[in-house]
């Protein structure tokens, strides 16, 4: 669908996507990662739990700006963006998005995709992965990259 096929009851679910997509990619994987979102939260029975996970989320709850969320951060449900400890999307939008992630929450990419992970956070480049398993593998390349580069992941 395209923006202007947005049911007006669904728009401020899309800036939220959108405003996470923004926070969570860059512009050539807007759309993955935007599909990816909505398959956590849309499939809430799959391996997620409908948890979307976002460290960019938590972060803002926090009021901070890191690639790094502890696991204390992560458990704690006062913050109402922790989108680790609550299911579904945040109770807001995480900033401003533009209009390339505006397009790719109201157009995601149709993919199987539950996890997404920047392993180069110079280059942006991301992984999918449709398991926790394969996951799991994108994650350790990140802090392999992380331990190459010290002090850029924190």
């Not at 997620?48 to 901070?64: E, R």
């Not at 533009?98 to 790719?104: F, P, R, T, V, Y």
Request: hydrophobic share 25%; aromatic share 12%.
């Amino acid at each position: 669908m395209n923006n202007n096929e947005v049911p007006e009851d669904q728009w401020f679910r899309v800036v939220t996507v959108a405003s996470l997509v923004e926070f969570e990619g860059v512009p050539d994987i807007y759309p993955e990662v935007a599909g990816a979102i909505y398959n956590r939260i849309d499939r809430p029975d799959d391996e997620t739990n409908g948890l979307i996970q976002s460290d960019a989320s938590v972060t803002y709850g926090l009021g901070k700006r890191s690639y790094h969320v502890s696991d204390e951060e992560k458990r704690d449900k006062s913050n109402p963006y922790n989108t680790f400890a609550h299911p579904g999307l945040p109770v807001g939008p995480i900033g401003s998005p533009g209009d390339e992630s505006i397009k790719a929450a109201a157009n995601p990419d149709e993919n199987d995709y539950y996890y997404w992970v920047t392993v180069n956070l110079d280059s942006g480049e991301t992984k999918f992965a449709e398991n926790f398993e394969e996951h799991n593998r994108n994650v350790q390349e990140y802090q392999e990259w992380c331990s190459d580069n010290e002090g850029r992941c924190n």
